[in-house]
T-cell receptor
Framework: NAGVTQTPKFRVLKTGQSMTLLCAQD?????MYWYRQDPGMGLRLIHY???????AKGEVPDGYNVSRLKKQNFLLGLESAAPSQTSVYFC?????????FGQGTRLTVV | GENVEQHPSTLSVQEGDSAVIKCTYS??????FPWYKQELGKRPQLIID?????GEKKDQRIAVTLNKTAKHFSLHITETQPEDSAVYFC???????????????FGKGTKLSVKP
């Protein structure tokens, strides 16, 4: 039982490049989330999903897209990376209780 | 939408003292309130949570209290130890957690330092 796993752990992108962050959970959770964490800003919700095939916008969705084709996976895409998207990204999943977080992805856009 | 305010942003206590962190929320429909601890370079981890039908919950040295009327909830840590040093986050759902709106909004965090 691995919990919530994020891939990759670190990445450096050039401005304008695209990439996809993968989140996988093996707890059969319905809800999955993508947050970004910046110094002094806490955890801000980007997008979330309440079940397979559904997605919804969070607090800061601009510049990101997501997909939940399988219940266990939640993908976060950056179509054209910008320096403002430099951050630590956390995926999380939950059922009816607290959310469990992945180990995070540190993304730097230069 | 839901707005979660957390205070203080930093808190320094002596080992053995108590620490209290308070959060307020705006959505009266919110029904679930978790607290997370994040150590430096690590992922946030759930340490305690409370649902809206309960006023207080304890787990060893930590407790959470909820005042639904005033829309605030607090984390209490007693007999603090150096290993309690971390950033603590509160969270509240937008609407009725567990229903169609399954997202959690986090406070900005409190950096707790426990001095030996």
């Amino acid at each position: 039982n691995a919990g919530v796993t994020q891939t990759p752990k670190f990445r450096v992108l050039k401005t304008g490049q695209s990439m996809t962050l993968l989140c996988a959970q093996d707890m059969n959770h319905e809800y999955m989330y993508w947050y970004r964490q910046d110094p002094g800003m806490g955890l801000r919700l980007i997008h979330y999903s309440v079940g397979e095939g559904t997605t919804a916008k969070g607090e800061v969705p601009d510049g990101y897209n997501v997909s939940r084709l399988k219940k266990q996976n939640f993908l976060l895409g950056l179509e054209s990376a910008a320096p403002s998207q430099t951050s630590v990204y956390f995926c999380a999943s939950s059922l009816q209780g607290g959310a469990f977080f992945g180990q995070g992805t540190r993304l730097t856009v230069v | 939408g839901e707005n979660v305010e957390q205070h203080p942003s930093t808190l320094s206590v002596q080992e053995g003292d108590s620490a209290v962190i308070k959060c307020t929320y705006s959505d009266s429909a919110s029904n679930y309130f978790p607290w997370y601890k994040q150590e430096l370079g690590k992922r946030p981890q759930l340490i305690i949570d409370i649902r809206s039908n309960v006023g207080e919950k304890k787990d060893q040295r930590i407790a959470v209290t909820l005042n639904k009327t005033a829309k605030h909830f607090s984390l209490h840590i007693t007999e603090t130890q150096p290993e309690d040093s971390a950033v603590y986050f509160c969270a509240a759902p937008k609407g009725n957690y567990g229903g169609s709106q399954g997202n959690l909004i986090f406070g900005k965090g409190t950096k707790l330092s426990v001095k030996p």
